[in-house]
């Protein structure tokens, strides 16, 4: 025999569900905010990098000129 729902067991259920949707809700917020810190760190990160290094064939070109100076001094 089925059991009759009330307006009252309707009311819970949709409370629930509205429950269950704000809590995904809130835990995609979260995982989102998660995901978009690190990829502002990854994007600081590579910013340093490429503002704040030398570049591999400026050191080059200094080192020679180091030693170039060096040789002079001599």
């Not at 409370?15 to 690190?38: D, L, V």
């Not at 990829?39 to 400026?58: G, K, Y």
Request: positive net charge.
């Amino acid at each position: 025999m089925k059991k009759k729902i009330t307006i009252d067991d309707l009311a819970i259920m949709i409370q629930n569900g509205f429950t269950q949707q704000a809590e995904e809700m809130s835990r995609f917020r979260i995982e989102n905010q998660q995901e978009h810190t690190k990829i502002r760190r990854d994007i600081s990160h590579l910013n340093f990098i490429t503002t704040e290094h030398v570049h591999r064939n400026e050191f080059l070109e200094l080192k020679a000129d180091v030693e170039q100076l060096k040789l002079k001094r001599r």
